[in-house]
C-alpha cells in the first residue's frame, strides 16, 4: 500500500483547477442505464471509484470508452447488452455508491438485484430511504442472500407517487438520486418531498432533462417528475468538484499561503466560505460576476497571520457539509483559540481525531461534537488515513506541522482526488508518494 511522505512548513504558490465532482459523476455515470443512445460525459474526474463505476457499468452491459489524454478527460457510454441486473457484492463492497444502479436498473430493465451494501469506516449507512422511495412507486423489494431484489408492478412499469425521503438525519442524497432517477420512466407523476438539495442532485436532474426527463424543482426540497416512456443520449459536463475546492482553500489557510483556484464552484459553496472567511481567510473572485458562470468561477484564497476560532455545524445543503469536517477540523487546531465543531449527517465521523492528536492537536470530542483548541505548532508523525475526507484532514495537517509526516494508506485520498500529491506539489507541498518496497528500502516508519 502506497503512502505519502510530507514535509510541512512549506508555502505555496500558484493555481490549480478544479476537476469535475465525483459525488456528481458516479449517479450521472448510473444514470446512463437508463437509455439505449449513446452518453458523453465531460470532465471525469480519474479515480479510483470512478474506474470501480466504469467496471460496473461494464458488467452491466455498458460500453465505456474513456478519453483520458486531454486535460478535461470525457468518457462515452453506451448500453449494448441489458440482459444482465445483478450489481455483485464484490464491487459494490468497494464502493457503496454502487447503489445508484439501482433506480436506473429498476426502471429501465423492469427488475434489478444489487447488493446490500455494508457500513463503513463513517459510520452505519442504511439504505431504507432508497427502498422506501422506490416501494412507494409500485416496486416489490425482497433481501435475498445479501441482495437488494426489485422488480416493477406487473403493469411493467413503475407508477408515480408522492415520496417522502425525510429520515433522522434529514434526506438522503444518493436515495434522492435514486428515486428521481427511476421516476423519469414511471408512469404518471412523482413527486420528492424532503428531496436533497445538493448540487450533485441539481446536476443529475439537467443530465436526466437533458436526456428527454420532464424534472422541476431540482435543488428545492420538492422535486416533480412527469414520467416519460423513454430517455435518449446526451453530452452533459459535470459540475466542478465543491469538496475538492474545499480542501484547497483549506490549503492556502493551513499555510498561511495564497493560491489561485479556477473551475471552482463558488456558488455551491457558500457554507464553506462564509465560514472560511470568519476565519479569516480571503476568498476574491477575480473574474467578472455578470458573464462569469456561478459554478465555474477563477478566484483567489489567501490566509495572512492569525486564524480566528469559530463554529461548525454539518448540515444537509446549503448547511456546511459533512465532507469538508475534517479538512475544516485540521484547520481549526491552528486557530488562535477554542473552536467547536458538531457532525449532525455521520454522528461516527471523528476517526481523524486521534490521527491529529499524535500530531500535537488539542481535540476532545464529547458524542457528536468536537472542541478543538488551537495550538502554535504540530509536530509530523506517522499516521493512518481512515476514509477519504479524513485522510484529506491529515494531508492538510502535515503540510503546516513541524518536520515529516507519514501517512498509511492513502489508496483512501486516491478514492475522491485525482493525483493529490502532484497537484500539491505543482504548487510548492513537499508531497511524495512512496510504494511498500520504497518505504521498506529506505526504512521508513509505516503502520
Ligand atoms: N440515511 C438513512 N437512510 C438512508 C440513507 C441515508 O438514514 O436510506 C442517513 C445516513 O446514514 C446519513 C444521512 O442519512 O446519516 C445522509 O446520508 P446520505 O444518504 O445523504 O449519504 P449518501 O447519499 O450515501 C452522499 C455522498 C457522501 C456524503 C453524503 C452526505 C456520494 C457518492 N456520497 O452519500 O460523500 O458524505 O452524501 O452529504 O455522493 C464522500 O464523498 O466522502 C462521501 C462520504
Do not use: W
Not at 281 to 290: G, L, R, S
Not at 402 to 407: A, E, F, R, S
Amino acid at each position: 500500500m502506497d503512502v505519502f511522505v510530507i514535509e510541512g512548513g512549506r508555502k505555496l504558490s500558484g493555481s490549480l483547477r478544479i476537476k469535475g465532482s465525483k459525488n456528481a459523476a458516479l449517479p450521472l455515470l448510473a444514470a446512463t442505464l437508463l437509455t439505449d443512445e449513446p452518453v458523453t460525459l465531460r470532465d471525469v474526474p480519474d479515480l479510483s471509484d470512478i474506474r470501480n463505476m466504469y467496471r460496473l457499468l461494464g458488467e452491466l452491459g455498458v460500453e465505456v470508452v474513456p478519453e483520458t489524454d486531454s486535460e478535461i478527460p470525457s468518457v462515452h457510454l453506451k448500453v449494448t447488452d441489458d440482459s444482465n441486473h445483478h450489481a455483485r457484492y464484490d464491487i459494490v463492497k468497494t464502493m457503496r455508491a454502487s447503489i445508484c444502479v439501482l433506480g436506473p436498473i429498476l426502471a429501465k430493465r423492469g427488475h434489478a438485484r444489487v447488493s446490500m451494501p455494508g457500513g463503513c469506516a463513517i459510520g452505519q449507512r442504511p439504505v431504507d430511504l432508497h427502498l422506501r422511495g422506490l416501494e412507494a412507486l409500485g416496486a416489490k423489494i425482497t433481501l435475498e442472500g445479501g441482495d437488494i431484489v426489485a422488480k416493477v408492478p406487473q403493469s411493467g412499469r413503475l407508477i408515480g407517487a408522492t415520496v417522502f425521503l425525510g429520515g433522522p438525519f434529514g434526506s438522503t442524497v444518493l436515495g434522492t438520486a435514486n428515486v428521481m432517477s427511476a421516476a423519469t420512466l414511471a408512469q404518471g407523476t412523482t413527486i420528492i418531498e424532503c428531496a436533497a438539495c445538493e448540487p450533485e442532485i441539481v446536476d443529475l436532474a439537467n443530465m436526466l432533462i437533458g436526456m428527454g426527463a420532464k424534472i422541476t424543482g431540482a435543488g428545492s426540497p420538492r422535486i416533480t417528475i412527469e414520467g416519460v416512456e423513454e430517455l435518449g443520449g446526451v453530452d452533459h459536463t459535470i459540475i466542478p468538484d465543491r469538496i475538492e475546492a474545499g480542501t484547497f482553500m483549506c490549503a492556502a489557510a493551513i499555510t498561511n499561503s495564497t493560491l489561485t483556484l479556477t473551475n471552482c464552484p463558488l456558488d455551491a459553496m457558500m457554507s464553506a466560505t462564509d465560514r472560511l472567511e470568519a476565519i479569516g481567510v480571503h476568498i476574491d473572485p477575480t473574474d467578472q460576476a455578470q458573464t462569469a458562470d456561478p459554478l465555474r468561477r477563477t478566484c483567489t484564497v489567501s490566509a495572512t497571520g492569525s486564524l480566528k476560532p469559530i463554529q461548525i455545524t454539518t448540515q444537509p445543503h446549503p448547511g456546511f457539509p459533512t465532507d469538508l469536517q475534517a479538512q475544516f477540523m485540521a484547520l481549526l487546531c491552528f486557530a488562535d483559540g477554542n473552536s467547536v465543531i458538531t457532525e449532525k449527517i455521520f454522528p461516527e465521523r471523528f476517526l481523524h481525531v486521534a490521527e491529529l492528536t499524535r500530531m500535537g492537536s488539542s481535540i476532545h470530542r464529547h458524542g457528536t461534537t468536537a472542541v478543538i483548541s488551537g495550538v502554535k505548532t504540530m509536530t509530523g508523525a506517522p499516521v493512518m488515513a481512515s476514509d477519504l475526507r479524513a485522510s484529506a484532514g491529515l494531508v492538510l495537517a502535515a503540510m503546516a506541522a513541524q518536520g515529516t509526516t507519514i501517512i498509511n494508506r492513502v489508496y483512501h485520498i486516491d478514492r475522491g482526488y485525482e493525483r493529490l500529491e502532484h497537484r500539491l506539489a505543482s504548487v510548492g507541498a513537499s508531497i511524495q508518494r512512496l510504494s511498500e518496497e520504497e518505504v521498506a528500502e529506505l526504512g521508513l516508519m509505516v503502520e
